[in-house]
């Protein structure tokens, strides 16, 4: 089955603790980007990857690293959250170009940072 | 930073009605896409603009892209207890008008749409 796989679904970290969250997708799809979701603010883009090495930052890339040393994985770092990185996040990938072909979501991370 | 103006927030009709939302930025984007989301779960795509001006249907929807692909609408008509859910605009980057690259998407506010039997 076609899917982009996020874990963990759910996550109480502290401060200033690193966190990972992996995405996964079995597409072979060259673009994957990272989304956070915030009422009232709705999707905001953090970082995206047109393909493997190549990643730039979206609207809201401070206090995130990405990485894409192969197709399928697109893990996000926080590497000293903090309680503004409160969120639900979603990882999405698409085959190419946004404009001709469907990105893909995944079922989303809830993060709390205390 | 492009920004992407999506109105209403909130919408509360009764079944059979017709609704518009809008998508509105003094950016050009190279794409615009429409999302429905399910609580819970992650935004599914309906529809990709692409041309100015081009308007594509999908059953009881009716999507628009404006001619200078800055704007965009979503019609729904006659409306469904079924068509519940959050819509989500989101423009694509151009890097030929404004700087930013392919790939980069601006997501509006989001509108919350409730449709009353």
């Known amino acids: 089955e076609a899917q982009v796989t996020q874990n963990p679904r759910y996550l109480i970290t502290v401060t200033g603790k690193k966190l990972t969250v992996t995405c996964s997708q079995n597409m072979n799809h060259e673009y994957m980007s990272w989304y956070r979701q915030d009422p009232g603010l709705g999707l905001r883009q953090i970082y995206y990857?047109?393909?493997?090495?190549?990643?730039d930052k979206g609207d809201v890339p401070e206090g995130y690293k990405v990485s894409r040393k192969e197709k399928r994985n697109f893990p996000l770092i926080l590497e000293s959250p903090s309680p503004n990185q409160t969120s639900l996040y979603f990882c999405a990938s698409s085959f190419d170009t946004l404009a001709k072909n469907i990105q893909y979501f995944g079922a989303g991370t809830r993060l709390s940072v205390l | 930073t492009q920004l992407l103006e999506q109105s209403p927030q909130f919408l509360s009709i009764q079944e059979g009605e017709n609704l518009t939302v809008y998508c509105n930025s003094s950016?050009?984007?190279?794409?615009l896409q429409w999302y429905r989301q399910e609580p819970g779960e992650g935004p599914v795509l309906l529809v990709t603009v692409v041309t100015g001006g081009e308007v594509k249907k999908l059953k009881r929807l009716t999507f628009q892209f404006g001619d200078a692909r800055k704007d965009s609408s979503l019609h729904i008509t006659a409306a469904q207890p079924g068509d519940t859910g959050l819509y989500l605009c989101?423009?694509?980057?151009?890097?030929?008008?404004?700087?930013?690259?392919?790939?980069?998407?601006?997501f509006g506010q989001g509108t919350i749409l409730t449709v009353h039997p």
């Open positions: 950016s050009v984007f190279s794409s």
């Open positions: 990857s047109m393909n493997v090495e190549v990643t």
């Open positions: 989101a423009g694509e980057g151009h890097p030929h008008a404004g700087g930013t690259s392919y790939g980069k998407l601006t």
